[in-house]
């Protein structure tokens, strides 16, 4: 419901002809009901410039239905004699009915997905509680591990029976703020808590875990919200020294390289995976066409968020990541990652041969 709540209040907020104060009404209102603003300020943007000019439109002609019964005729001639403050009454009283209909519909889709995506009440708990970790460090560190654990179906995989197997030790290679990390303990309590659904598989547990970042910063957040649970090394999973492990995350991080450093890593991955140990790797079929394009997009977009403009990507067609991972001693069982998301992941799982 919250998820519905946040979109529809945004696409409400986005129809108020208040521009330029979208983000600051969006922030504010999120605060005060506890909602996920950066989700909020996304769907205000139905204001976007292709957009604005349809829905001022719009509004000004619901407002004078609203008002006198009657349309705006679209004349030049009428819009040198209307006065501003009638289009100014009726945009603010239109944009209150259009933005209330845009927001019932807004919600009722939003309602529909999130209720399709098999979010149930359990694993929103577990998204809830894991996100909470990053309360203390920052606003946008909370908002960004709500929103990342609830849409991205590649944490829900992790805790799927079968995926990853219990015991020994997890490293999460390129791990983050550790989110992965942090829904894993938060799964491992409610099951040491006792309320763990019955009749459900129990989530993989692991003796330790460990995740490896190379962003002081990041990896300074994932450490402070995994005190005690995980131990984070700060560092490049390229020149560590990687420890035993009986399972290996290596979530969107191979693409980020040059072809024979992921070669190299995948070697050095098989040669430390103790016996039956699984490796998780996700990363994007360069085949995938428009979702892969959406991948290269997301790619870029982070880069110049995180200020790495130069940061080369070097992805792999589904065939090629199986010819990789066989070349490094693996078997590979594929599976989509997609999703309800828009971009061409795929989840390999993999054992030595």
């Not at 995976?273 to 998780?280: F, R």
Request: hydrophobic share 50%; proline share 4%.
């Amino acid at each position: 419901m919250r998820e519905t709540a946040a979109v529809a209040l945004g696409v409400f907020i986005g129809c108020l002809p208040v521009y330029g104060f979208h983000l600051l009404m969006c922030w504010t209102v999120g605060f005060a009901f506890g909602l996920n603003r950066l989700k909020m300020y996304l769907a205000a943007n139905i204001s976007n410039p292709l957009m604005a000019p349809w829905l001022l439109l719009a509004e000004v002609q619901a407002g004078a239905w609203l008002r006198r019964g009657s349309f705006h005729p679209l004349t030049l001639e009428r819009l040198k004699t209307t006065g501003a403050a009638v289009f100014g009454m009726d945009l603010l009283i239109g944009s209150v009915f259009v933005g209330v209909a845009l927001a019932s519909l807004a919600a009722a889709a939003t309602y529909a997905v999130v209720r399709g995506s098999g979010l149930d009440r359990h694993f929103a708990e577990l998204v809830r509680r894991a996100a909470d970790r990053y309360a203390g460090a920052s606003i946008a560190a909370w908002e960004f591990a709500r929103g990342k654990l609830g849409s991205d179906p590649i944490y829900r995989a992790a805790l799927s029976s079968g995926v990853l197997t219990s015991g020994g030790t997890l490293v999460d290679v390129g791990c983050g703020q550790g989110l992965t990390l942090a829904l894993l303990a938060e799964a491992r309590r409610v099951v040491d808590e006792g309320t763990w659904p019955h009749g459900s598989p129990p989530p993989p547990r692991f003796e330790r875990m460990a995740g490896i970042e190379t962003r002081r910063r990041v990896a300074s957040l994932a450490r402070a919200a995994l005190d005690g649970d995980a131990e984070i090394i700060e560092g490049d999973a390229r020149t560590l020294a990687m420890t035993r492990a009986s399972a290996v995350l290596l979530f969107d991080v191979l693409h980020l390289m040059r072809p024979e450093e992921q070669e190299a890593l995948l070697t050095e991955t098989a040669a430390r995976l103790e016996p039956g140990g699984v490796v998780l790797v996700r990363e994007a079929d360069a085949s995938g066409g428009w979702r892969f394009t959406a991948v290269r997009l997301g790619n870029r977009l982070k880069a110049i968020v995180f200020r790495t403009r130069h940061q080369s990507f070097h992805a792999r067609t589904a065939a090629e990541w199986r010819e990789c991972f066989t070349r490094s001693g693996f078997r590979a069982e594929a599976h989509p990652m997609g999703g309800a998301t828009p971009f061409a992941n795929v989840l390999f799982r993999l054992t030595k041969v």
